[in-house]
T-cell receptor
Framework: NAGVMQNPRHLVRRRGQEARLRCSPM?????VYWYRQLPEEGLKFMVY????????ESGMPKERFSAEFPKEGPSILRIQQVVRGDSAAYFC??????????????FGEGSRLTVL | GNSVTQMEGPVTLSEEAFLTINCTYT??????LFWYVQYPGEGLQLLLK?????DKGSNKGFEATYRKETTSFHLEKGSVQVSDSAVYFC????????????FGKGTHLIIQP
């Protein structure tokens, strides 16, 4: 039973380029969360999605960032026109359907974005 | 809003020492409380949890008790090992909103042989 799969593990981009991070939740999980971890800081919530729906994006910057979780395929976090301040580890987590929501999330190993 | 405050790190201990990592929280309602651990180069893993006041979560020799009167959830272990070196995150889940968990900033624990 595979866990939460994220790719790429490491991504290097130059300023102004686009970054795409992918996340496949655990089997049977329909809720996906994205968190950002800046150096020396804790995890900050970005967005919560279910299949084809953004439930809460209150933690997502208003510009350049977007997320989706299509009916088929992984969830994608997209950062357009990256800047150095976007350098961070981006973690995806998943959880079972609503009836099982307890706050217990299952995390992937993260995607580490470096912007040159 | 919800918030979690945990002690600043890094915390450096010798093997077999007693460990305490303090965590206090502010939340509306009655949150569930968690400790997550992040080993080097890996994602977070749930270490233990408690869902109501006076509950004690325990796993791998670690314990934490949900103290509503002091709004605390301190992590303890009687005898740490080098393999416990990691970053430990205290977190709460209030369940009222859709924003998942609220995390503390993390405490980096270093165990020396």
């Amino acid at each position: 039973n595979a866990g939460v799969m994220q790719n790429p593990r490491h991504l290097v981009r130059r300023r102004g380029q686009e970054a795409r991070l992918r996340c496949s939740p655990m089997k049977g999980h329909s809720h996906v969360y994205w968190y950002r971890q800046l150096p020396e800081e804790g995890l900050k919530f970005m967005v919560y999605l279910q299949k084809e729906n953004i439930i809460d994006e209150s933690g997502m910057p208003k510009e350049r960032f977007s997320a989706e979780f299509p009916k088929e395929g992984p969830s994608i976090l997209r950062i357009q026109q990256v800047v150095r301040g976007d350098s961070a580890a981006y973690f995806c987590a998943s959880s079972p359907p609503s009836s099982g929501r307890t706050g217990e999330l299952f995390f992937g190993e993260g995607s580490r974005l470096t912007v040159l | 809003g919800n918030s979690v405050t945990q002690m600043e790190g890094p915390v450096t201990l010798s093997e077999e020492a007693f460990l305490t990592i303090n965590c206090t929280y502010t939340a509306t309602g009655y949150p569930s409380l968690f400790w997550y651990v992040q080993y080097p180069g890996e994602g977070l893993q749930l270490l233990l949890k408690a869902t109501k006041a006076d509950d004690k979560g325990s796993n791998k020799g670690f314990e934490a008790t949900y103290r509503k009167e002091t709004t605390s959830f301190h992590l303890e272990k009687g005898s740490v090992q080098v393999s416990d070196s990691a970053v430990y995150f205290c977190a709460l889940y209030s369940g009222g909103g859709a924003d998942g968990l609220t995390f503390g900033k993390g405490t980096h624990l270093i165990i020396q042989p």
